[in-house]
């Protein structure tokens, strides 16, 4: 998914009204945005990050210091280690490597839902082929889609849960992890 597009997700899951426009600079196609008050901001977090303070929820880039801590070590996470990578010998490592960190946890940081949550989830979709579902992150990706409130899906066009639930279940695998979030 293009950051762009997830940045769009961020918007709507955060309740933003306002659509922004956004542009992509480079050869690795990093996300920019023009604010009208200032400078733009360049990055796929960093944006992301501003989007929260926008919305005024910043308890989503953590409560405590070591929480913010940790919700900037799976940001930085996400940018140099799941975007780009494209082996499927990398792409297993990176699964392994997050599967054992989830073993004892409902979120990255614990127990408290997080931007690193919801980023890390959406630069996973382009992974389903390898059947996330067999791995114990699942345990982390299925109450991730019910606490971000999914509620429709994106293949080609917008499915319901209910016809998300009559699908092919490869389908039905990649579709949660393309969700809109409402």
């Known amino acids: 998914m293009a950051a762009a597009a997830e940045l769009t997700l961020l918007e709507k899951s955060l309740g933003l ?24 901001l360049t990055g ?6 501003h989007l929260v303070k926008q ?10 210091a070591e929480e913010k801590a940790i919700v900037q070590q799976w940001l930085e996470y996400r ?3 799941v975007d780009g ?14 599967n054992s960190y989830l073993e004892d946890k409902v979120y990255l940081t614990g127990y408290n839902f997080t ?29 991730l889609t019910h606490k971000l409130g999914l ?5 080609g066009d917008l499915l319901t849960s209910e016809e998300l639930k009559t699908a092919p279940s490869d389908h039905a695998n990649a579709a949660v992890l393309r969700t809109c979030v409402l």
């Not at 796929?44 to 990050?49: E, K, S």
């Open 151 to 155: 509620r429709k899906c994106l293949i």
């Open 79 to 81: 940018v140099t280690r």
């Open 17 to 40: 009204s306002k659509g922004n426009k956004y542009s992509a600079q480079g050869e690795r196609q990093i996300p920019v945005l023009q604010t009208n008050n200032g400078p733009s």
């Open 115 to 143: 931007l690193a949550d919801i980023l890390l989830y959406y630069g996973l979709h382009r992974f389903i082929e390898l059947r996330i579902d067999s791995l114990s992150s699942s345990g982390w990706l299925r109450p």
């Open 55 to 64: 919305a005024n929820k910043e308890y989503l880039l953590g409560s405590t």
């Open 44 to 49: 796929l977090t960093t944006i992301a990050a």
């Open 85 to 98: 990578h494209s082996s499927k010998d990398d792409i297993r490592a990176l699964l392994k490597d997050l």
